[in-house]
């Protein structure tokens, strides 16, 4: 199994949808983390989870929700989106949120229609 | 926060020539990372580099920390390099990686 997984890869939704982005880690680490990469964007951290807290969040729209239900699972939770959400949403996970390295699954390639 | 600047924005070589990427950064990091973003999205990881000078293969980089600043060098490049690289870096108090704009690379045969 790869180190980082993201389900779906790519999600066309409507703006009136409610859907979910998945992200499992088989790392063993504590920390998972969401990324937004925008088209012409640098990538902007959206969420981190440290032991399964909220350490961070990062101004985003309440329109996007995370839960982490346990050190292995992430997931981001979609609904009233509007066009300019479309963005490939990347997951990322570390051991610990410090001196440590972070490794990133595949992303989910997000259209808003 | 921490600022990431990485140049050029651009690059174009041709099959086997040598390149040089530079990322400076506004402030003291305990982490550095390099990534190649393939064509599908996905982050691969290069190099994890705080400090020092590592090598893998054609690769290498190196961080002078003191002076806020990594390299990584490509050598003779191959279409496969393709793609854009990404400078991150995490603030001595920060929770999160921290990216710069990127490098997109264009390697042709």
């Given at each position: 199994e790869t180190g980082v997984t993201q389900t779906p890869r790519h999600l066309v939704m409507g703006m009136t949808n409610k859907k979910s982005l998945k992200c499992e880690q088989h790392?063993?680490?504590n920390a998972m983390y969401w990324y937004k990469q925008s088209a012409k964007k640098p990538l902007e951290l959206m969420f981190v989870y440290s032991l399964e807290e909220r350490v961070e969040n990062n101004s985003v729209p309440s329109r996007f929700s995370p839960e982490c239900p346990n050190s292995s699972h992430l997931f981001l939770h979609l609904h009233t989106l509007q066009p300019e959400d479309s963005a490939l949403y990347l997951c990322a996970s570390s051991q610990g949120t410090r001196n440590t390295e972070a490794f990133f699954g595949q992303g989910t390639r997000l259209t808003v229609v | 926060g921490i600022q990431v600047e990485q140049s050029p924005p651009d690059l174009i070589l041709q099959e086997g020539a040598n390149s040089t990427l530079r990322c400076n950064f506004s402030d003291s990091v305990n982490n550095l990372q390099w990534f190649h973003q393939n064509p599908w999205g996905q982050l691969i990881n290069l190099f994890y580099i705080p400090s020092g000078t590592k090598q893998n293969g054609r690769l290498s980089a190196t961080t002078v920390a003191t002076e806020r600043y990594s390299l990584l060098y490509i050598s003779s490049?191959?279409?496969?390099?393709?793609g854009v690289y990404f400078c991150a870096v995490r603030g001595a108090a920060g929770n999160k990686l921290t990216f710069g704009g990127g490098t997109r690379v264009l390697v042709k045969p």
């Open positions: 790392l063993g680490h | 490049s191959q279409t496969t390099d393709s």
